[in-house]
């Protein structure tokens, strides 16, 4: 397939995120670990903060998958998107075209459900059979994942080590404290109490 054939994505009226870089028509194969080495090999790597592969079905329903790379800065996404459609011939033989990613539009929180009054007490309840939120099957928890954790180096594994240290350590000493001050207030209660009964 020529550069010229590719349909640009996302349409030019479409916004934009200048962090966020769509990564179009991978093979189905591609892994998150040959994008970190492509990545890696044009001098990006350390610039992303984030990566994700998202395949929808199988091999045989679509052949091709698409990837997101967000960057920590916008320069960073510029340089990856200058590079159009890029010839990975280790990743595929087609070019791969690189733009933007559309920008997603924040999802309003959802509508809370009024206080039942006195004229609603009497709606039955819903029942198991009339719940509309189908429990999860098998094949959907088989399903993989659309979003990943981008891979941690051994910095960033020792950084959370040492926070979750901190937090437990944290936590030791504040039961501590309380186990100290309810002891203290036994002991004096009992102090007074003793006192009271002497006179």
Do not use: Y
Not at 129 to 141: C, G
């Amino acid at each position: 397939m020529s550069a010229s054939k590719l349909q640009p994505h996302p349409p030019a009226n479409v916004p934009v995120d200048k962090k966020k870089v769509f990564v179009g028509q991978l093979p189905f194969s591609t892994t998150k670990g040959m994008l970190a080495a492509k990545l890696t090999e044009v001098g990006l790597f350390d610039d992303v903060d984030d990566a994700f592969i998202v395949r929808r079905g199988s091999h045989a329903q679509s052949p091709f998958v698409v990837a997101f790379v967000v960057f920590k800065t916008e320069e960073a996404a510029r340089t990856l998107v200058s590079m159009n459609c890029a010839h990975w011939p280790d990743i595929s033989p087609s070019p791969i075209p690189l733009s933007f990613a559309k920008l997603q539009k924040r999802k309003l929180p959802a509508p809370t459900t009024p206080a039942p009054t006195a004229s609603s007490a009497s709606t039955p309840a819903p029942t198991a059979s009339s719940a509309s939120t189908p429990a999860p099957t098998a094949s959907s928890a088989s399903t993989p994942s659309m979003r990943e954790p981008w891979s941690l180096d051994a910095a960033d594994v020792l950084r959370r080590g040492e926070k979750l240290i901190k937090a437990i350590r944290t936590a030791q000493a504040t039961a501590l404290k309380e186990e100290m001050e309810r002891r203290a207030r036994t002991a004096l209660q009992e102090e007074a109490t003793a006192l009271q009964e002497e006179r």
